[in-house]
């Protein structure tokens, strides 16, 4: 059983910053914990990806504008998301990856956290 809990969502002008956070509380090990978002109207697309070991990876609409990273003794991930555009706007997701056996089992989704980016 893992509890998921996101943060840090709000309403930000065009060119600003905010921070994401999300907190995994488990006794079992985590893996790749990502973000995804989903506009209005639209599907929920991935936007960026860490590994145990800190390697990432970005959507080219955030690469360069969103960092994603990870506190390993806090089981949280964040995304700080900068040079915000209206186009961001969308609910943000967390996915935290449970591995057990040494190998990736079940996902866990945050419960999502609003952006809102005005021009």
């Known amino acids: 059983q893992v509890q998921v809990a996101e943060s840090g969502g709000g309403l930000v002008q065009a060119g600003g910053s905010l921070r994401l956070s999300c907190a995994a509380s488990?006794?079992?090990?985590?893996?790749?914990m990502a973000w995804y978002r989903q506009a209005p109207g639209k599907q929920r697309d991935w936007v960026a990806a860490?590994?145990?070991?800190?390697?990432?990876n970005y959507a080219d609409s955030v690469r360069g504008r969103f960092t994603i990273s990870r506190d390993n003794a806090k089981k949280t991930v964040y995304l700080n998301m900068n040079n915000l555009k209206p186009e961001d706007t969308a609910v943000y997701y967390c996915?935290?990856?449970?591995?057990?056996?040494?190998?990736?089992?079940?996902?866990?989704w945050g419960q999502g956290t609003q952006v809102t980016v005005s021009s």
């Open positions: 860490i590994t145990s070991g800190g390697a990432t």
């Open positions: 488990t006794t079992k090990f985590i893996g790749v």
């Open positions: 996915k935290i990856g449970v591995i057990q056996l040494g190998r990736p089992t079940t996902d866990y």
